[in-house]
């Protein structure tokens, strides 16, 4: 009994030894018959037929990651000019004899491991400045990215005020190394293609060089988390696009984020990296910065417009509405990147924040850009058009004519003064505690004035908005009336 019991274990153990070899043979990439075929060329027709291992799959991951960031690092006739070498290298023999006999660049030096010098010119900041830093405090982060809120003192001896920037680096806890590590067990290389995500930002950044994307100051390569020359980003610091709060907020506020908004499409759409699509976007990808919107996370943008043979291969899919934009000659999808872009502009923006509580002669045109923009019937050429006409209209006063009617009662002017209380709130109002809205000029404020049933007294400060109008406090009274240089008071005269 003894003697089967131990023949049993023996052979429990010997098939465990056998199977442990064969797996080890037949599994270990570096035994892979199939993988050392394919690095060799020799399956060509089957490689597609053949997974790859976990590490061999990393690093065409991280190569194909790399080469993304140089093709945006070069300039776009250089892109083009490799694009047409590649193409005549692909001719047959008799047809390239008669092309340029230049011998086809090198491609770069690799390593998965060292860090890529981006070329980027003088930048503001760097690593003595990051050192410096202070009051650091996290502000939130995404699938790839961690982004933290930092003041930068002047060091080695300079002498400038702490300047508020945002700083951005690869999340060590975040989904996407967090993933990779889970499946190939390499944090160092896993490290590597998470951070050419915000390497190819950074070149983004500074290349499209517009008064609508964030503007990158500068960057730093540094050991960390036993990981080196770990990258950390230094940009401009904006505000998170809170949707439910510009809501809140006047429709001029409004009206000028949906108008840098535009204007950052239109850029895009003829940048000189070509027509630039934004593949993530939503209002978490934007900031705020002194009231303009502004781009912030470029690392899934795209330059490629799609490819087809029939206009069925150029089908846009939306959660309420699909669209099928025809194939050109060339083969590509006709300005697929720039109508995504649009449509998510109206999906995101337009519908909340053009229409809603503008001036009543002003909403038949925003409609027709909210309903044109929502169809795809214009482009983004034609939707900036009509919103430099709206924004023409508001800032010259003419959407007043023919809606502003005779006052109703008479009003004292009293240069050089200003009421302290005598508050009273409004929506929407630049300030919490009271009422205090843009006008054009004296005649609107009258207006505004005589619609509220509590107003008995404005003034007319010396600040304006963006667009130029006055902004003006509204009150229930004028016994707290008091001298300022600054300001003109007008009080309703009643009988």
Not at 42 to 62: F, K, S, Y
Not at 131 to 146: D, H, I, N, P, Q
């Amino acid at each position: 009994m003894k003697r089967r019991k131990l023949a049993a274990a023996a052979g429990f153990c010997l098939s465990f030894l056998l199977g442990t070899l064969l797996n080890v043979f037949f599994f270990i990439p570096a035994f892979d018959p199939q993988q050392q075929q394919r690095q060799k060329g020799e399956v060509e027709g089957n490689e597609a037929l053949l997974p790859l291992p976990p590490r061999g799959d990393l690093a065409r991951q991280i190569r194909e990651r790399y080469e993304e960031v140089l093709r945006y690092r070069e300039p776009r006739a250089a892109r083009l000019e490799r694009r047409l070498m590649d193409l005549e290298r692909g001719r047959p023999a008799a047809a390239s004899s008669s092309a340029s006999s230049s011998p086809p660049s090198s491609p770069p030096s690799w390593s998965p491991t060292s860090r890529l010098e981006l070329s980027l010119g003088p930048l503001r900041l760097g690593c003595a400045d990051l050192r410096e830093a202070g009051e650091v405090r996290f502000l939130g982060s995404g699938y790839t990215k961690a982004v933290y809120k930092a003041a930068l003192h002047g060091g080695s001896g300079r002498a400038r005020p702490p300047l508020a920037v945002a700083l951005k680096a690869v999340d060590f806890a975040g989904h996407d190394v967090a993933r990779c590590a889970e499946l190939h067990r390499a944090p160092q290389d896993c490290y590597r293609l998470a951070s050419y995500k915000v390497l190819k930002e950074m070149v983004l950044l500074h290349r499209l060089r517009h008064p609508n994307v964030l503007q990158l100051y500068g960057y730093c390569y540094q050991d960390s988390n036993d990981i080196s020359d770990t990258l950390t980003a230094i940009t401009e610091l904006g505000s998170p696009l809170e949707m439910i709060q510009l809501l809140q907020t006047s429709w001029e506020d409004r009206f000028r984020i949906c108008f840098s908004l535009v204007q950052l499409l239109h850029y895009l759409a003829h940048s000189p990296l070509g027509s630039v699509t934004l593949l993530d976007f939503r209002p978490r990808q934007f900031v705020i910065v002194d009231g303009e919107l502004k781009v912030t996370d470029l690392d899934d943008a795209s330059t490629e417009e799609t490819s087809c043979t029939s206009s069925r291969d150029c089908f846009m899919e939306f959660p309420a509405r699909n669209f099928t934009l025809p194939c050109t000659v060339e083969g590509k999808c006709q300005n697929m990147n720039e109508k995504r872009n649009l449509y998510n502009a109206y999906r995101f923006f337009f519908t909340y924040l053009l229409p809603h509580s503008a001036p009543s002669s002003l909403r038949p045109m925003l409609d027709m850009i909210v309903n044109a923009t929502g169809e795809l019937h214009w482009g983004i050429d034609e939707t900036a058009v009509q919103l430099e006409k709206v924004l023409h209209l508001y800032k010259s006063g003419m959407y007043l004519q023919n809606t502003t009617q005779a006052p109703k009662s008479d009003y004292k002017k009293v240069p050089e003064s200003a009421i302290l209380n005598e508050n009273y709130r409004c929506w929407p109002s630049y300030h919490h505690k009271g009422c205090l809205l843009s006008v054009f000029d004296i005649n609107e404020a009258i207006e505004v004035c005589e619609s509220h049933s509590q107003c008995k007294a404005f003034v007319l400060t010396n600040q304006t908005t963006w667009t130029g109008r006055q902004l003006a406090f509204f009150k229930t009274g004028s016994t707290s009336m008091v001298p300022d240089r600054d300001k003109t008071t007008y009080v309703k005269v009643t009988d």
